[in-house]
Each structure stands twice: as C-alpha cells, then as structure tokens.
C-alpha cells in the first residue's frame, strides 16, 4: 500500500469516526470533500458524504454528490437512481438550476422515459418563458431541448387531442427558427394539426404564413381552401378562393385556377373580381364560362351584377358560340331582375334583330329610348329603330321620323344625312333632300376625302332630280376636285351629266382655267377635242399643256400617261415622225410602256421603217405584250458577217458606250490595261487550263468561229481563247500579252445567237481595253487607276502606303507609249464612282453585242441569265437589261446596224 493510499483511507476513516460520532459533521463533510478530490469515484467516500449532506441540509453540497455518484456508478439503475435523487432535489429548491442535464441524461439511459421527456419539456418551457436563456445548467440551448422533447412526447403519445396540442406548441417554437429545415417541418405540423381538425383557424393561419415565407405554392393553395372552407363572412371566402386561383394559374395548373375562381363566383355571385377571373380563366371554354356566367346570373342579387353578368355571358353567347337563343334567354332574365337598363336593352334588341323577332327588337329599343340616360344610348335605338322600320318593318314614315331624330343629335354623322336624305326623296319631299345633304357639306372638315365625294355625287343625284342641272353640275365639278382621276367614278358622273361631247368639254374647259388644274384634266380634254369634236390644234394644245404640267409637278405616273395620249393624239391627226419622237422620249423613261410601245410600233409602221418597227415588236413580244417570243428564241445567226471597220475604237465610244465609260480614268485603264500581267498575272491553273489549252483561229473550234466574228469586226488584231470544263460559269478577259478569251464549256450549250453575243461583249471590252473590269475586284481596279494616274499629275488625294507602292510598280511596268497617253490624261483625273464606271462598261460591252448579233431577245436572255431580273423590273434604269433596252429603241442604234448589216 502507498502512502497516499493510506493517507486517503485514514482521511475516509476519520469522516466515518466523525460520522458515527456525530459531533462534528462539518469536519466529517471536509474530510470526504479531500478524498472525493483525490478519488471521485470512491464509492463509500460518495455514499457516506449524501448521508452527510443531508444531515447537515447543505443542498448544494448534496447536488454535487448526487452528480458524482450519477457520472461514477456504472450500473444503469444506480445511475438512474442517482439522477432521479438530484432531479426531486433540484425541483424542490426553487433557487437551484432547474435540472434539464439530469432530464437530459436520464433520457439519454432510457429513452422509454416519458417522465424524464415531460421534465425536460416542462422546464424548457419555463425557462423560455422567463425571457432568455441561462447556461448556467450546462444546457443553453434550451429552445432545441423544448423542441426535441415535443418531437419526443408526439411520438410517444397515443391521445390524439393531445397530439394536436404537442404539435401546434411546436409548431409555434419552430416558426421563429431562421433554419429553412425547421420552418418546414412547422408547416408539415400545422398542416397535420389542419387535416385532424380542419377549423383549426390557429393551425390554418400558420400554415398560410409559413407556405408563403418558403413559396410552398401548394400548400398555400390547399389551405386557402381549407381557410375558404372555415371562413364566416363571404367576402372571405372569395378571398382565399381567388388567392389560391391566382396561385395556381401562376404555377400553370389553369384547370385548378378555373375550379376554385368558379368557387368564389358560386360563393359571392355580387363579387366582380371573381366574375373577372373566371372570365380571364375560361377564354379557352366559352361554353363552360357562358354556363358559370349564366349560374352567376341566376344568383346574384345585386341588379347591376346581374346586368353585368349576363350581358356578358349574351356577349360570349352571341358571338363565340353563335348561340343567340342562349344569348337572349341570359339578357330577358337580366331584364327581370333589373331595372330597366338602356345597354342591356340595346343589346336585347340587336339580339332580336339577329332572330329576326322584328316586333321584340323594335320593343326593346323603343324602351331603351325611355330609359336612356345619354344621346350615344339615343342614338343606337333610333338608328336600330329607323334601320329596322326602313327594312324589315317597311314603313318608311318611321323610319324617317327616327332617322330625323338621329341627325338631331348627331348632326356629324353622314351616313344618318345620307338615309334621311334617300327617304325624303322617297317621299316625294326633294327640296327637303337637298337640304338634308347640303347641311352634311356646310362644314367640309368633318368628312373624309371618300365621304365628302360621295356626299356631293348624291346631292349631285338630288339637284338633277329636283330638275337643278347647274347646280348638279357643280356638285359634279367639287367631286372631281377632290377625286381629279378621271378613271374615279366622279369623272364618269360629270362625263354622263353632260348629253354632249361639246358640253362635256366646256366643264372640262372651267375645270382646266383654275389655278393648280391637274394634268389629267387637259390630258383629258385634249383627247375629246381631238378625237371626238375634231378641233386638232386645240386638242394639242391642252396636251402639249398636260405634258409641261405633269412634268412640273414631278408626278412621273402622270408625265408617262401624258405623253402617250399626246402620242395618240399626234398619230391621230397623221403627225407621224412628232408620235415617234414623243413615243421615244416615254421609252426613255419607260422602256416597257405598254401604250408607248403600241403607239410607237403602229407609227413606225405607218413610216415604213420596218426595221425600227421590228425592233420595237420585239420589245413588245419579250415582255408578253405580243405572242411569238419562242419563234424570236428560234432564229439562228445571220449568215453575213457584220461589216469591219464600222466601229473603231472612237465610234465606239462616241456612240455606243454611256457617258460615264467615256471619262479620263477609263483612258488611264485603256492606258495600262495590258502592261500589267507582272502586277496582276493571270492565272488559267485554277480552272485546270494550261498554254497548250490555247484554241487558235485555226482550230475549227466552233467557240473560235464566233471570236474571230466579232474580232474582225471590232478590228482586234489578235485575241486568243480557252475553254475550261470548270464548274465555274463566268467569262472573263486574262490579260496575257496576247488578251484571252476565258470561258466555260457549257456555253455551247446555248442559243447561238446567245452565244454570238456573249462572246461579243467579251471582244468589246478586249477592243476598247476594259476587259480588267472582269478580272479584278472594284476597289483594286479602282486603286489600280489611282496608282497609275498619281505619278504624272492625277488629282487623287493622298494614297495609302500599299496604294502608292502599286504606283511604283505600275510605273516600272508600262511602257513609253502608255507613259505619253497617260501624261496627257491623268491631269484629268478626278473623283469617280467606281461602281458607276464598272456599270456602263457592261453596258457598253453589252450595246456592242446587240449591234453584232442584231438580236435583242438573245442579249436580254443572257443578261439576266448572269443578272437575274424579274419581268417586272426588266426596264430598271440602273440596269444593264434596262439601258439595253433604252438603246435599242433609241435613235442611234437603227443606224449603226443598217450600216453594219445586222438589221433582221
């Protein structure tokens, strides 16, 4: 044995002698409190200090012991035994700290306590209820112990009722948790409390709280209803049913939405709100909403609501569902239950009008006269009234009696002159006509351009009636100012107005003499002069008039219309050449003027300019004015040659290519165009040609035939040619020192003479050396000009680094020739539209063809082969098709092909 075992047995036997002794209890608790220290465990030492600390009442010494002996007894029940002795000890001093630990613990030995659970709940209660938590028991969470011992005793217990209370208290302990898990859980309890009793208004308002803090749309939308269902005042219980509808057509569930607004509707048949959902909800249905609606109808007990309610449910009725039996059976009930009510009878009655129930249409609006409480409501029954009674009833008395009343009170409304007009008229009364429209046109600004037209033609119609053929005239004459087409129907009325051509041409004449007259007007009378009355110089006159007119106003529709008729005009009287000189200057213009053409070809003709005349026909025949374009597709290529040197390299350009092709920096291009093959080198590679693919004159090629035709007459001394089987369809020029005809295979597939004129344009830009329009992009041809023209005095600005660079290379790569001819121009040089310049090349290129081949139906087929262009468009200015056709019915082009021989 070791000292300090015998000084701690001496130490317990003293506290034992003390003990029995009994005089000094004191001593005997200090003697036990040293060993305790030294050995907690000491069994004996812990027993005999309780039986000490109760003989001296020292309860906190006592607690102490009992906790010792609780945490040091290692039988269950002597642990058990130990807590339960601490816990009555606790409880019975007030002052102590209430005893969860030992709770806590005898839970933790036996989970089956239900006395240690309902411990720990009942002082968890109390300490929260003391305002804030102590941890002077070891335990601060308090709040957590009071929940999980109401989890426990909910467990435990078998009695509902009490159940029911367990979960509402923790229920309310959880809704002030900031922890998402447990603000769940107190919606699953009050949930739970709802469904065992469900006018649990406790339970139900924490379920509404807690579903909308964590936007649990579906229990927010099933206690709405448990809360609609519970509620004591209506208003209430459309509230919670509209709530949850709302919810649910929110989260997409609309048949759900539709049920519970129809619910609310059911339940307060007064309320609008629930009327507006159900409504809003139903759009889909309007079957079912029209039976709702008509329900709701039957219900309410508020007059309007039932007006309201069923002047809708008539509105879907009448109109969706085409139903008017269902319609009118909804506004009758309405009109029963309510007080009279102008709307609903103003829709009763169209109603009635739709059955053709005349007599209870004309009932319903003549009531709604008698209750209507403003002149709009007036005005659609006695409209309705004066329609049915003008109509259906017959009886035209009334109906003006009701139409009188309309324009009354609606002095604006046209339509209302107008009938009233038309019956008094009827009725014999003329004069009063007159005055019914004549007050509709007092202030011109109230009707629209058509009202106001037709207005005037009517009281044209009255005056010529009561027998006022001036007045009538002028009446025509206000309507044609207002509508001065004379294609309108105005201009027809004042032309039947008048039995002659002589007076139709005097109001025309009165028309003219005003200040502003329309072209139209002197095209017009110019025709009667000189196609009806025979007065030729006046007649031209007035068109020569039209013409400087419409050309003023800027009005290109109605220039081109002038023109022509002052075309006809001029063939009328047999002044042939002046017809094709004006024909021409529409053609200009519009080079598909259907009446233009007509004109020009009929006058041609008459010239015997036969060729000039063909050409103009054929124009005619492509654009589908003519039949026979097949037969132009079918001809071959005239078996002469065109005649050299009819155009050179001047007369070309002179005469044949725009004014925008004619300019210094094309001259530069000409300059240089094939002395640049090192800068820009050509390259037959790509489209797997080589040298020895060269097609010579020799060959027999039959591509070749066409080249050397054009190239003779173009006077090309040498130009060679490739064919490649590419899948690449344009043609181009590769300037080769020789110039090179590169193009595909497949177009010798083509129309000859489709072929002849292609292979032309081609040759051309060789002739006048423009071909690099083909082979380099706008910009670098644009640069190129620019490049070549800076060094000897262009006025082209400051050039880019890259650009003068090419200037540079460009100057090493011409020869002395080219220097001259640019010296000469560049200082000519200016600002150009590239794009422009590209443009009348084409176009030249393309004039060229068509003077060779003489055949303008092949060159429009292949220009809009490579330059798609609607029929529509085909005379677009801008176009190459369009200023094709320009030139061909021009005055220079007849000439230069009679000379070169290709005239058909």
């Known amino acids: 044995m070791t000292r300090g075992t015998n000084v701690l047995s001496l130490r317990f036997a003293l506290a034992e002698l003390l003990v029995r002794r009994g005089d000094d209890l004191p001593a005997a608790a200090s003697a036990l409190d040293e060993v305790l220290a030294e050995a907690p465990t000491h069994a004996h030492a812990l027993r005999l200090a309780e039986y000490v600390n109760r003989r001296t009442h020292d309860d906190g010494s006592l607690a102490r012991t009992l906790t010792m002996q609780a945490h040091a007894c290692k039988s269950p029940l002597g642990k058990r035994g130990a807590l339960w002795e601490l816990v009555r000890l606790q409880e019975r001093r007030a002052s102590s700290a209430p005893p969860i630990a030992a709770y806590v613990l005898l839970y933790e030995l036996d989970p089956t306590d239900d006395a240690a659970i309902a411990g720990i709940v009942r002082l968890a209660s109390a300490r929260l209820n003391e305002g804030a938590e102590r941890s002077d028991d070891g335990m601060p969470n308090v709040r957590g112990l009071l929940a ?3 989890r426990q005793r909910i467990l435990r217990t078998k009695d509902q009722g009490l159940a029911t209370s367990l979960r509402l208290r923790l229920a309310d302990l959880l809704e002030d948790s900031v922890d998402r898990k447990e603000l769940a859980e107190a919606l699953t309890l009050y949930r739970a409390i709802v469904a065992f009793d469900e006018r649990s208004t406790t339970a139900i308002d924490g379920a509404l709280r807690l579903a909308q803090a964590l936007g649990d749309h579906d229990a927010l939308v099933a206690t709405h209803e448990l809360a609609a269902g519970i509620a004591d005042k209506v208003d209430d219980v459309v509230e919670h049913l509209l709530a949850a509808s709302d919810i649910a057509r929110r989260r997409g569930r609309e048949p759900t939405a539709l049920d519970l607004a129809s619910r609310a509707l059911r339940a307060d048949p007064d309320s609008e709100r629930a009327a507006t959902t159900v409504s809003a909800l139903s759009a889909g249905d309007p079957r079912g909403l029209v039976d709702r609606l008509m329900e709701a109808a039957s219900s309410a007990k508020s007059p309007p609501r039932v007006v309201a309610l069923a002047r809708e449910g008539a509105h879907i009725a009448a109109r969706k569902l085409e139903n008017v039996p269902v319609a009118v059976a909804l506004l009758s009930q309405a009109r029963e239950a309510a007080p009279p009510d102008a709307p609903l009878l103003l829709d009763l009655g169209d109603l009635y009008v739709a059955q053709r129930a005349w007599a209870e249409a004309s009932g319903a609006f003549e009531a709604a006269i008698g209750c209507a409480t403003s002149d709009a409501e007036r005005v659609h029954a006695h409209r309705a009234l004066a329609t049915l009674h003008e109509g259906a009833i017959e009886d035209t008395l009334r109906a003006k009696t009701h139409w009188t009343e309309v324009v009354r009170l609606e002095p604006g409304d046209v339509g209302a002159h107008l009938k009233l007009a038309k019956l008094l008229r009827t009725h014999g009364d003329l004069a009063g006509a007159v005055r019914a429209v004549e007050a509709m046109l007092a202030d011109p600004t109230k009707l629209d351009p058509t009202t106001h037209v037709a207005t005037l033609q009517q009281l044209a119609e009255l005056r010529t009636a009561a027998g006022d053929r001036r007045g009538a005239e002028q009446a025509l004459l206000a309507a044609v100012r207002l509508t001065p087409d004379p294609a309108e129907e105005p201009f027809g009325l004042l032309e039947a107005h008048h039995g002659s051509d002589a007076a139709f041409a005097q109001a025309l004449t009165e028309l003219c003499a005003e200040p502003g007259a329309d072209p139209r007007w002197h095209l017009r009378l110019g025709q009667v002069l000189v196609h009806r009355l025979g007065r030729p110089t006046d007649g031209l006159a007035e068109l020569r008039r039209a013409v400087q007119a419409s050309a003023a106003s800027g009005d290109r529709a109605s220039w081109l219309l002038s023109q022509h008729g002052f075309a006809e005009a001029l063939l009328g009287v047999g002044a042939l050449e002046d017809a094709v000189r004006v024909v021409r200057e529409v053609l200009v213009v519009d080079p598909v003027h259907a009446g233009a053409l007509d004109a020009g070809s009929r006058a041609l003709t008459a010239l015997a300019r036969k060729d000039e005349a063909g050409i103009v026909d054929e124009v005619r025949t492509y654009v589908g004015y003519l039949d026979g374009v097949s037969g132009l597709r079918a001809r071959r290529l005239l078996p002469t040659s065109p005649r050299p040197q009819v155009l050179d390299d001047a007369a070309i350009f002179g005469h044949v290519f725009p004014a925008a092709a004619r300019i210094p920096a094309v001259e530069v291009l000409d300059a240089i165009a094939d002395q640049v093959g090192k800068i820009f080198p050509p390259d037959l590679t790509s489209l797997g040609l080589g040298p020895r693919d060269k097609i010579g004159p020799r060959s027999g090629h039959v591509l070749r035939a066409f080249v050397d035709r054009a190239a003779l007459a173009l006077g090309v001394p040498e130009i060679d040619l490739y064919v490649h089987e590419s899948r690449e369809q344009r043609v181009l020029v590769e300037n080769f020192d020789v110039p090179a005809l590169v193009v595909p295979a497949a177009l010798r597939t083509l129309p000859e003479l489709e072929v002849a004129f292609a292979i032309t344009r081609l040759v051309a830009k060789v002739a006048t050396r423009t071909y690099l329009v083909d082979k380099l992009p706008p910009r670098e041809l644009e ?82 082969r490579w330059d798609p262009t609607a029929m529509d468009d085909l005379g677009a200015e801008a176009s190459v098709g369009g200023d094709l056709l320009r030139y061909a019915l021009g005055t220079e082009a007849p000439g230069l092909r009679r000379r070169l021989g290709t005239v058909w």
Request: hydrophobic share 45%; no cysteine; aromatic share 4%.
């Open 148 to 150: 999980f011992g109401l």
């Open 783 to 864: 640069e190129l000009i620019l490049a070549a023209a800076s060094g000897f005095g262009g006025n082209v600005g400051r050039l880019r680094p890259d650009v003068e660079d090419l200037a540079k290379k460009v100057q090493k790569a011409i020869s002395r020739k080219a220097r001259r001819q640019i010296e000469e121009t560049a200082p000519h040089v200016a600002g150009f539209d590239i794009a422009r310049v590209i443009r009348a090349i084409d176009q030249g290129a393309s004039r060229v063809g068509f003077l060779l081949t003489g055949d303008l139906t092949s060159a429009l087929d292949h220009v809009r």
